[in-house]
C-alpha cells in the first residue's frame, strides 16, 4: 500500500499538486523552482522550472531561471540554450544577457562574454549594473588588462559604494602596482561593506607582515583562521602565523 507520504512526494515532484491538491500554474511552480535553486538543489529546481516551461514556454523570466539552474548544475550548453532563449523573447533583458557573459568567459569566449556584457549596460533600467560592470572588470584582468579592469571596479563602487567584491579587486590591482597603502584602504572598504571577507583580511595581514608589523599581521590571520577555519585564505593564514615571532600576538 503506498502511503499518503509517498503520495505526496511524488506530486511535489511532479510539481502539478500544492498543499491543498490544486494544480500549481506557472507562477507558483516557478517560485518553488527559484526557492529550491536559492537553496542551492538544482535538481528540485530544475524540476519545478521545467514543470513550469511547459505551461508558459514563451516566458523569458523562466527561460533566465532555467539557464541559471543548468549553469549551477554544471551544464552550461543547456544553460546558454536558456539564456538565448529568454533574449530571443525578450532583447533587452538585462540579467540573462548577463549571465550569459559570465557564461562566455568562463568557457575563454572572452569576445562574445564582453559583448553579452556591453548589451546589459546599454539597458538605461537595468538595476544591477555594478555586477556586470564587476564582470567586464574580471573579463579585462583575464586578458591582462589591469588598467581597464581597474577603471570597471571603480566604476562599480561608483554605481553601487557597498559593493565589497569591487573593492577587493581594486586592492589587489593596486597591490600589484606597488600601491600598497591605497590596496589596505580598499581592502578596508570591502572588510567594512563585508565583514566576513576573509581574502580581504588576508592580504592585510600578509601585507603587514611583509612590512614588519607583525602584531597586525597577526591579528588579521588569526582573524582569517577563525573566520573560515577550512578556507585556502585560513590554510595561507596558518603558513604565515607559522612564521611569526615569538609573541607577536601578545
Known sequence: MVSVVCLLMLAAC???????????????????????????????????????????????????????????????????????????????????SN????????RGRYAEAEAAFQKALANPFYQTPHYVLYNLGQLYEKRGDLAAALEKYQQAVRVQPAYAPAYLQIGIIEEKQGNLEGAVQNYQKALQHSPNMAEALLRIGLLSYREGNFPEAYNSLARVVRMSPDSESAAEARRYLEKLPAGSGS
Open 14 to 96: 511532479n510539481g502539478l499538486a500544492g498543499k491543498n491538491g490544486k494544480k500549481l500554474n506557472a507562477e507558483q511552480l516557478q517560485q518553488i523552482g527559484e526557492n529550491y535553486l536559492s537553496a542551492g538543489d538544482t535538481g528540485l529546481a530544475l524540476q519545478y522550472l521545467t514543470q513550469a516551461e511547459k505551461l508558459k514556454p514563451n516566458d523569458p523570466a523562466i527561460h533566465y531561471d532555467l539557464g541559471l539552474a543548468y549553469g549551477a548544475r554544471g551544464l552550461p550548453d543547456l544553460a546558454a540554450d536558456h539564456f538565448n532563449k529568454s533574449l530571443a523573447l525578450k532583447p533587452d533583458y538585462a540579467e540573462a
Open 99 to 106: 549571465a550569459l557573459g559570465v557564461l562566455y568567459a568562463e
